[in-house]
């Protein structure tokens, strides 16, 4: 006999789950993966603006053109699950400690929630609009500024004030705490607030983390919270009394989610990273486009990603793996190469763009 959790527990497991989670709230839920495995997020490109001429015959508003579009697509990847069993004599003879529902709890808090959350600040690092490497030692005396200099950052890209979240692991809340500015910066860490929020910066929620859940180096994360998804399609438990072969129940989970940063929002998710753990962007050479191959380096990284349209390697769906030179011979026109780095532990490299012209 089986009693699905899901049903039975389904709105305080979601509660509990939601109240623990660093990231569950801060995200966009725009897009809904009920049904489906993946999502194309399309993306409609601008057009440039002209002078009315209101002598002109024909176009007085200008060339038309056609409106050209781009897409992303996103492939829930992970597929986690766990297994427990409280045999029914332990349960007895330990005065019911081992509860199905306190035992589940105990499993969401310490397994589930932490190694979504993890996960989903590591998607979100590794495919950030933007990774700002800090060649100083971060201190109490700089800490702000470099926090201020990352949130004008967002608004020279014009990103919305509304809706941003920074991430700061342990260590480097410690030293705000102790900036001489830290009384005067909007009242920071006056009191602490559920769901780990200490506080606001620069109209930011301020969210502390521990240290491991920020990989890399990474001093500090932002994000606009429609830059980022977390969805989850599965979020389900079972609990079986007395399956074949056990005397006592049997407690299941599976978890069907992932994290994504959208490509064309990208700049709302912004990394302040020591440097030490920096790859540096990748260099592009082609002698003579149209005859000469194009060749691309990245000093330590492992993986380099490139496109020859324009796009941006870190989202788009036509993205090459460069494995050796690259034969211009079929090119023609104005080709725009774009490339990126990535290496297990580092940051993801700056994105390197030029463009050639042939024929």
């Known amino acids: 006999m089986a009693i699905n959790l899901a049903n039975k527990y389904s709105d305080k497991i979601a509660q509990h789950f939601a109240q623990t989670s660093?990231?569950?709230?801060?995200?966009?839920?725009?897009?809904?993966?009920?049904?489906v495995?993946?999502?194309?997020?399309?993306?409609?490109?601008?057009v440039a603006?002209?002078?009315?001429?209101?002598?002109?015959?024909?176009?007085?508003?200008?060339?038309?053109?056609?409106?050209?579009d781009t897409f992303q697509e996103l492939v829930m990847k992970r597929d986690r699950s766990f297994v427990g069993v409280i045999d029914k004599g332990n349960d007895a003879e330990q005065m019911g400690v081992k509860n199905a529902m306190r035992w589940l709890r105990i499993q969401m808090d310490e397994k589930v929630t932490p190694e979504s959350d993890k996960y989903a600040f590591s998607q979100f690092i590794m495919n950030a609009g933007k990774v700002a490497a800090i060649e100083e030692a971060l201190d109490k005396d700089n800490v702000v500024g470099h926090l201020a200099k990352a949130m004008a950052y967002l608004?020279?890209?014009?990103?919305?004030?509304?809706?941003?979240?920074?991430?700061?692991?342990?260590?480097?809340y410690s030293m705000l705490r102790q900036a001489p500015e830290f009384i005067g910066v909007d009242k920071l860490g006056e009191k602490a607030l559920s769901k780990g929020?200490?506080?606001?910066?620069?109209?930011?929620?301020?969210?502390?983390?521990?240290?491991?859940?920020?990989?890399?180096g990474t001093y500090f994360l932002i994000t606009y919270k429609e830059s980022v998804m977390f969805p989850w399609k599965i979020s389900d438990t079972k609990?079986?009394?007395?399956?074949p072969g056990i005397n006592?129940?049997?407690?299941?989970?599976?978890?069907?989610?992932?994290?994504?940063?959208?490509?064309?929002?990208?700049?709302?998710v912004y990394v302040g990273a020591d440097a030490a753990y920096a790859l540096n962007a990748p260099e592009i050479t082609c002698s003579a486009p149209g005859t000469s191959d194009m060749v691309i380096s990245c000093e330590d990284a492992q993986t380099i990603l490139y496109t020859i349209d324009g796009s941006d390697p870190r989202y788009s769906p036509d993205v090459l793996t460069y494995s050796g030179a690259v034969s211009t011979a079929d090119w023609?026109?104005?080709?725009?190469?774009?490339?990126?780095?990535?290496?297990?532990?580092?940051?993801?490299?700056?994105?390197t763009e030029v463009t050639y012209t042939v024929g």
Do not use: C, W
């Open 22 to 35: 660093f990231i569950k709230g801060m995200t966009s839920n725009e897009y809904d993966f009920v049904g």
């Open 197 to 216: 929020v200490v506080g606001e910066f620069m109209g930011a929620k301020v969210v502390r983390v521990p240290n491991a859940y920020l990989a890399n």
């Open 239 to 243: 609990l079986h009394e007395d399956p």
């Open 332 to 351: 023609a026109g104005d080709v725009t190469v774009k490339a990126v780095g990535y290496k297990q532990g580092k940051q993801t490299s700056d994105v």
């Open 155 to 172: 608004d020279d890209k014009g990103v919305p004030y509304v809706g941003r979240t920074i991430y700061i692991n342990t260590s480097t």
């Open 37 to 46: 495995k993946s999502l194309k997020i399309y993306t409609l490109a601008t």
């Open 248 to 268: 006592g129940a049997q407690i299941e989970g599976r978890f069907n989610y992932d994290a994504f940063v959208l490509g064309a929002k990208a700049d709302g």
């Open 49 to 68: 603006m002209n002078d009315y001429n209101r002598n002109a015959s024909a176009n007085r508003y200008g060339e038309p053109s056609e409106i050209q």
